[in-house]
């Protein structure tokens, strides 16, 4: 299992910056991918960005070039840098992970941060 922890949401001008932090209870090396996702009202939970173990990013085409996924190994973090943010970045932004168990493959998610962008 593993818990997560987002932070850093926030009310933001559009044009302006964010991090997102992810705070994992084990080590993300043993995490198969980890990443953020964001649910806007009304529309489906959707990728934003992920990273693997193996350190390869994916990124959703909405937000190349404007948001960037990054770790800190040590401390188990995962952190989105979102630059440049618009109205339509506003959403709930989860940490969800993948995870292999003795008996499976399994989804975790964090709580969620609140992200608003005024425009």
């Known amino acids: 299992q593993v818990q997560l922890v987002e932070s850093g949401g926030g009310l933001v001008q559009a044009g302006g910056s964010l991090r997102l932090s992810c705070a994992a209870s084990?080590?993300?090396?043993?995490?198969?991918?980890i990443g953020w996702y964001r649910q806007a009202p009304g529309k489906q939970r959707e990728l934003v960005a992920s990273?693997?173990?193996?350190?390869?990013?994916n990124y959703a085409d909405s937000v190349k070039g404007q948001f960037t996924i990054s770790r800190e190994n040590a401390k188990n973090m995962v952190y989105l840098q979102m630059n440049s943010l618009k109205y339509k970045d506003t959403a709930v932004y989860y940490c969800?992970?993948?995870?292999?168990?003795?008996?499976?493959?399994?989804?975790?998610w964090g709580k969620g941060t609140q992200v608003t962008v005024s425009s």
């Open positions: 969800g992970a993948d995870l292999t168990e003795w008996d499976g493959e399994y989804d975790y």
């Open positions: 990273i693997t173990s193996g350190g390869t990013r």
């Open positions: 084990r080590s993300i090396f043993s995490i198969n991918t």
